[in-house]
């Protein structure tokens, strides 16, 4: 049974815990003999910027202490987009699951990925009444850096090979030359940008995978020692 949202169900101040525990124990006595499991869908607080996690849940923390489960749900920021490469508009139909209390399980910091999908529902009327879509939760798996790297177009993946014969490009982040930057500039990202330039580098990390480009012991003819370097295959 899906109860939501849970305020509707009851008459009481939100922020009074002994008498949210009081419903919150009657919604459990339910359970026990019906059984069957009741998910109680509960608003958070507002936040700023930021993941909400069970902290945030709005009223009386009791509620929370009388789950045995409890899951936060958040949308999928610009930042978790960009690094997904999911466009700025498609994004608020994808959030995560986390599981913020697990009396049952063992808890694990595991983003779960969730996307919502329109699905026509096949009732319309000639030309006068297109059919309708109803938004249907299905699940979604974070690209892996391989699948990032299949949006790399041909020309931005020559464009990046030549760049990193031509010069001198690092595969440490920490170096001034990293060869992040020379993906970065192929790919028309901001290699200052903290999350483009985490695109950039797992772009990179995708095709040294891939054997596009690989990382070459050679002397270092400014340091004059010998050090790594990217190279194209």
């Known amino acids: 049974m899906i109860v939501d949202p849970?305020?509707?169900?009851?008459g009481v101040n939100e922020n009074d815990n002994g008498a949210i525990d009081k419903v919150a124990k009657l919604w459990a006595q339910i359970a026990?003999?019906?059984?069957?499991?009741?998910?109680?869908?509960?608003h958070l607080?507002?936040?700023?910027?930021r993941e909400a996690t069970v902290e945030d849940a709005r009223g009386a923390v009791s509620l929370i202490g009388a789950a045995r489960s409890v899951r936060v749900l958040n949308r999928m920021s610009q930042e978790q987009a960009e690094q997904a490469g999911v466009s700025s508009e498609e994004r608020f139909g994808y959030f995560s699951v986390t599981y913020?209390?697990?009396?049952?399980?063992?808890?694990?910091?595991?983003?779960?990925?969730?996307r919502?999908?329109?699905?026509?529902?096949?009732?319309?009327?000639?030309?006068?009444?297109?059919?309708?879509?109803?938004?249907?939760?299905t699940e979604w798996k974070w690209p892996s850096s391989?699948?990032?790297?299949?949006?790399?177009?041909?020309?931005?993946?020559e464009a990046i090979r030549v760049a990193v014969t031509n010069s001198d490009f690092k595969p440490s982040t920490r170096a001034k030359n990293w060869a992040g930057v020379a993906v970065a500039y192929a790919m028309g990202l901001d290699a200052e940008d903290e999350v483009q330039r985490k695109r950039a580098g797992t772009v990179l990390r995708?095709?040294?995978?891939?054997?596009?480009?690989?990382?070459?012991?050679?002397?270092?003819?400014?340091r004059r020692e010998v050090a790594k370097f990217i190279r194209a295959a």
């Open 32 to 42: 026990d003999h019906t059984n069957s499991a009741i998910d109680i869908v509960h």
């Open 146 to 157: 391989e699948e990032i790297a299949q949006d790399v177009t041909a020309d931005q993946r």
């Open 6 to 10: 849970f305020v509707s169900t009851h």
């Open 116 to 137: 919502l999908v329109g699905v026509p529902l096949g009732n319309a009327r000639g030309l006068t009444k297109p059919q309708d879509f109803a938004p249907v939760v």
């Open 100 to 114: 913020g209390k697990s009396n049952l399980t063992p808890l694990s910091s595991k983003l779960d990925w969730r």
């Open 45 to 49: 607080r507002k936040v700023a910027d």
């Open 206 to 222: 995708a095709l040294l995978k891939e054997g596009v480009l690989v990382e070459v012991e050679e002397r270092d003819p400014v």
